[in-house]
């Protein structure tokens, strides 16, 4: 019974540790890609001064391939008022070259990205470009305002270009963020972690307990039973001594 509660415990705890496993999985697959575009590309230059890139909104281009990486932070924890790295990656997979502009982004709320919380600051490039059938990787510094309440965001990055001197735009990410106070000594993956870790330690204990209860049962129950024997015999032989019992007894070993 121990033994099948500490199954049930454990498959319900793996259950619950899946999402973040599969975080970890993910973004272990995009640092793969990224250090591909690393060797393949040229880093971006950054630009001294930042360019306004207006309000207008343009298409992205076929043949261009983005993706983002937040380095060394796989739950996309970001500390209020501290700066934050992410790296982008754009792949060239048409027949011209891909001149990179500026990367931008912008935090919304999660249910609603109309409802604007912070623009970012841009991040221009001088002389960035990929040529075709080439990879590289731009790296994209920000941060959002120390006054910003803790909690989950959306936060949404686009990265503009031009090929052939057409302006163009893709969206590299598009998810959430979880934006924390500075200098938190605990994130909610590793009180996570440290719950699960000593939830498992303690089934394990207990299971240990259970079954070192139950041989020990089974140990003096054994020892029990062959004492009452013993016993029983030595006190039968002590009662018929002497009597017509052991007399018959005797005779008929006598006979034999």
Request: with cysteine; proline share 4%; charged share 20%.
């Amino acid at each position: 019974m121990a033994m099948k509660s500490f199954s049930v415990f454990f498959f319900v705890l793996l259950l619950l540790a899946s999402p973040i496993l599969q975080v970890a999985r993910c973004q272990s697959e995009a640092e793969a890609d990224v250090a591909e575009a690393v060797e393949g590309g040229e880093l971006g230059i950054v630009g001294e001064e930042a360019q306004d890139f207006g309000s207008g909104n343009f298409d992205s281009a076929p043949g261009v391939e983005t993706l983002c990486l937040f380095p060394k932070n796989s739950a996309k924890f970001i500390s209020a008022g501290e700066e934050t790295e992410l790296l982008v990656g754009v792949e060239n997979v048409g027949e011209s070259p891909v001149n990179v502009i500026a990367i931008t982004a912008s935090v919304h709320l999660p249910f609603d990205h109309r409802m604007l919380v912070q623009n970012l600051s841009a991040q221009a490039f001088n002389n960035a470009s990929v040529p075709s059938s080439k990879q590289a990787t731009f790296p994209y510094i920000f941060a959002v305002s120390k006054y910003l309440q803790p909690g989950t965001f959306d936060l949404v990055g686009n990265i503009f270009y031009e090929i052939d001197q057409h302006p163009y735009q893709s969206t590299f990410y598009n998810g959430t963020i979880e934006v924390v106070e500075a200098g938190g000594f605990l994130s909610v993956e590793s009180v996570f972690l440290v719950t699960l870790g000593i939830a498992l330690l303690v089934l394990f204990g207990l299971w240990l307990q259970g079954q070192f209860q139950r041989i020990s049962k089974k140990t003096k129950r054994a020892s029990k039973v062959e004492v009452g024997t013993r016993t029983t015999d030595t006190s039968l032989d002590e009662w018929l001594q002497g009597t017509a019992y052991t007399q018959s007894a005797s005779k008929s070993k006598k006979k034999k």
